[in-house]
């Protein structure tokens, strides 16, 4: 039973998710800020943590599990800064300066799907795995992997919205909607992609419509490149896109065909469908991880 | 100063060099065997150790560095076999029993290039980085990891060269080489698809033929690929089709266009050219690596 009242900050591009308490399943009060300008939405942000550490005793870590990209170098200067993002006036802003000059305890930070790869690993869909990636497909593609390697030490979070992919035969027109690359996977397969590409949400279009293969051969591609590189024991697929369940057995079948066997722990009856996974934790994973993370910094971990 | 003499395997598809030593400096005796069926050169590498034990006295533990798929799961009943695997005759083969049974000291085991990629962070041209990957580019397409991460709890070791790339516009027809895949990585840039495709080696071809742009894209967009899943802080770029340099710069350059500057560390002047590297060790870094893994297994690690 952990004692300590932590902190947890879920940063999103719409919203950030605040909450107090001893653990994920132990929350003692919990807030939900709109996301705007970085000084407006940190200062309502600090002012929960303020109230809430009145009401209920010291804070004696944070968790910050925020959108990116972040600067996670160790000894880098700019540590806990945002770098250059699309969401507009957040580029450079200090995330976590804020809470070290204000508080003073330790802080555990990540990216917010390397948060909810942490929550899904310890309470969700991989519990009994030993390693995930969990890859959120919504208005952005990105994936975070539990346990967490080389902290402080790489070149930057993975990135793998932005790997380049093969185009699907009936989807060679469009140029994709990314700003850097064009047709990546992010250009490609993300929410405003379907949606300039479709003229509505995935879930409006029939099951017949072309929409959900070429997906899945975007996504299927993707896992298979998350299998051959980092290799995790389950891939965890959450978000927006993912949500109605309807589009994970297209992404399953992609990826199978991408691999075509040779994988061979995923060739066992059932393997490859286990393999690439729902969510256990739902929309609960970012704030879940957040905690988690506070928990580490607290433990010294 | 570490005085245990250790043993030291690296198992390629045409040799296995085998040495004993006290590190891979200090070297006391080393051989070369071919690469036969496996009961023979196993048995020719049995009788290397066993002749240089009473040569040289006890060996205390052993590092295998060798070629693949490798079951390398933590738990596995096949912990040490080759999967299915390309060379005649090896798939299924116990590496590790024959040493276990005959010894029964530690033994560290990884794949050749995860091998090569720890004897580069330590030895080589990774020394003033903190995560490497080692890409190896010859017959096979490979990357290895250092420091290794998930050690036992990953689905399969990376096996980068079986990634799906785009195809270059003016390598449109080629189907590529891989009997699993066709056209993925090592189907496509290997040395056997360079030598059907233009009847030669690299290096026998005019700096002008389109195969050296064709070539680099394809490397260009595995090591893109890297970087944004697992993102080291440096990647070492080995195997024989790099061997002479003058591949290199089109392989950055192909990077350089597939990651238009999304990864900020990489946009200061020369920071691509310095994270894509050319292997410090040379052909030493696979012996290398099977010492160092010699030596965390004697060390606990």
Known sequence: MNDAILGAIEGGGTKFVCAVG????????????????????????????????????????????????LDLRGGSPAFGRLMNTPKAGWSGTDLIGVFRRRWGVPIGMDTDVAGAALAELKLGAGRNVRSVAYVTVGTGIGAGFAPAFWTGARLLHPEVGHLRVRRHSEDGEFPGVCPFHGDCVEGLAGGPAIRLRWGQELDALDPSHPAWAIEGHYL??????????????????????????????????????????????????????RYIA?????DQAGLAGAFLLAEQANSGQ
């Open 278 to 282: 729902s969510p256990g934790l739902g």
């Open 22 to 69: 001893f653990s994920a399943e132990r929350v003692l009060e919990r807030v939900v800020i709109p996301t705007e300008g970085p000084a407006t939405t940190l200062a309502a942000v600090m002012e929960f943590f303020s109230s809430a550490e009145r009401t209920h005793g010291p804070l004696r870590a944070f968790g910050i599990a925020s959108f990116g990209p």
């Open 220 to 273: 299927g591609q993707l896992i298979a490149s998350i299998a051959l590189v980092a290799s995790p024991e389950r891939i965890i697929l959450g978000g927006g896109v993912m949500s109605n369940g309807r589009l994970l057995p297209h992404v399953q079948r992609a990826a199978r065909d991408f691999l075509n066997g040779y994988v061979e722990p995923l060739n066992d009856g059932g393997a490859l469908e």
